[in-house]
């Protein structure tokens, strides 16, 4: 059986880059964006974030005490609304007192500045008991997500997160559209949770799962509309994990990588780091047939889900995934861009941690948001501990309006899912692998990789970056850099 567990990232990228132009009409760019003017209409989303005892169908008939933002939701909560929509949503904060520290956070929107969700740098905290309102209109279609900005593994480890889908970028109608959401929990022995984060994990990799879950089940099978074209949102809630994911027993293209179009190339593997989206069109298995999701980063490959055929053939021809729209983004001016680097490290506290860590994991004991010991830095300056509240310097000041090429190097042995928020970049060029031309929000950065990536600084404001290895953004792995 064909295993892919011996691809490399470079391996992947180079594989996924040599398909481009495999498919008739989908070899050309993306469409260009559609003008989008507001359709008037105001989505209302009331979530009130509360711990309930919820049983999943992965936790073998317990319940579990899960953060969640509504009553008898399931896992994930999902929200979808249409580009020139307006989404009002109003947050309460039931979180037990002392225990979260609360907002919320748009991953990969594009949005003003002061709805972003960063406790103390766009907003204060949302205190026990009361409510925030964010109000804004998404500038681009795609797959995201939202969560907390602070003590965030324990709440993403509790499952306080949801989907936003932003319709409205399809060219020609798939046969179906699914979220597929990828959650490790950590359930002991006991069947109760284990600590959400370690002073081990949080100076080498994190600390992982130990029952691994697509939409709350343990390798559920979904069905598909037999013979079509469905769209598979793969969307990445864990903490930690990075699957290298790939579709055994079924023609399958990329469409759009955190949310955002790129021209269909075929899905050969891809890794998938936590926060980081990949839009996915799969020809959906005859009825009766299945195919399988596959994680091959793995001592044996991991089944994560099966894809069943159901129903009447759709009677498509041979595969050619229609594109998406493109985002409206702005080109950068690489020409003019000026070069600004970004040094992602290790600090003599997390090194030494590192060292002398046993296998028996010890929770973190420290304040919300970020704890009072310091494993990783950018720059060299660590996340001051304590709490959000104790804001640092920005690392960079932008001219709004200009280009910029970020120079991102990782002077660790351990991968790094790096968040920009408020911007889009453009991924260049990497130092190790070939890169697949895309944007994305939430980029990879490998052991002793150098990646360079441009955008324009077009959205004013203090804006966050850092890892989203939760552990390691709470341990000194986050900064901000403002544009004015």
């Known amino acids: 059986m064909l295993t892919r567990r011996g691809f490399t990232f470079g391996a992947a990228a180079l594989a996924a880059g040599a398909g481009l ?80 520290e609360m907002s919320v956070h748009w991953h990969g929107l594009r949005i003003p500045n002061a709805e972003d969700g960063v406790p103390y740098l766009t907003q204060p905290p949302i205190p026990f008991g009361e409510r925030h309102a964010y109000r804004f209109t998404p500038p681009d279609t795609g797959t995201f997500w939202f969560h907390t900005h602070c003590n965030t593994a324990e709440s993403i480890g509790r499952g306080l997160v949801g989907i936003l889908v932003v319709e409205g970028d399809e060219t020609v109608p798939y046969d179906g559209d699914e979220v597929v959401c990828l959650k490790d929990w950590r359930i002991g022995e006991d069947g109760g949770f284990l600590p959400f984060a370690t002073d081990e994990g949080a100076s080498r990799a994190g600390t992982f799962g130990t029952v691994r879950t697509v939409n709350g089940r343990v390798a559920p099978t979904l069905p598909l509309p037999a013979g079509g074209d469905v769209r598979l949102r793969l969307i990445n ?100 861009a000026e070069t600004l680097p970004f040094a992602f490290s290790a600090t003599a506290t997390g090194a030494a941690v590192a060292d002398l860590a046993s296998d028996e994991a010890q929770p973190i004991l420290g304040p919300l948001c970020v704890t009072d010991r310091t494993f990783w830095a950018i720059n060299k300056a660590p996340w001051p501990g304590r709490s959000h509240a104790r804001l640092p310097q920005p690392l960079a000041v932008l001219r709004r309006g200009a280009s910029y090429r970020f120079v991102l190097s990782n002077g660790t042995p351990h991968v790094h899912p790096i968040h920009l928020h408020g911007h889009s970049v453009h991924v260049l060029k990497s130092s190790q692998r070939t890169i697949v031309p895309h944007m994305a929000d939430t980029m990879l950065l490998t052991p002793k990789e150098r990646l360079e990536v441009a955008f324009v600084a077009d959205n004013p404001g203090d804006w966050m970056l850092h890892c989203h290895i939760l552990e390691h953004q709470e341990t000194g792995m986050m900064a901000y850099f403002r544009v004015a």
């Open 237 to 336: 809630v864990d903490p930690t994990r990075i699957p290298q994911l790939g579709i055994e027993g079924a023609e399958a293209a990329v469409i759009a990588v955190d949310g955002l179009a790129v021209a269909p190339f075929p899905l050969s593997t891809w890794r998938l780091g936590p926060a980081m989206r990949l839009d996915v069109v799969v020809r959906a298995p005859a009825e009766g047939g299945t195919a399988t999701l596959m994680d091959y980063f793995a001592k044996e490959p991991v089944t994560l889900a099966t894809f069943a055929g159901t129903g009447p053939d759709r009677g498509r021809g041979a595969f050619d995934p229609a594109p998406l729209y493109a985002a409206p983004i702005p080109a950068p001016d690489l020409a003019n």
């Open 21 to 100: 132009g495999a498919f008739g009409r989908s070899s050309a760019a993306p469409l260009a964006p559609l003008p989008v003017p507001g359709t008037g209409r105001v989505v209302p989303l009331d979530l009130v974030a509360a711990e309930r005892p919820t049983v999943l169908p992965a936790f073998a008939g317990r319940a579990l005490p899960l953060w969640s933002f509504r009553e008898a939701a399931g896992f994930p909560l999902v929200v979808r609304m249409r580009i020139g929509d307006t989404l009002a949503a109003s947050v309460e904060n039931r979180i037990p007192v002392g225990q979260e």
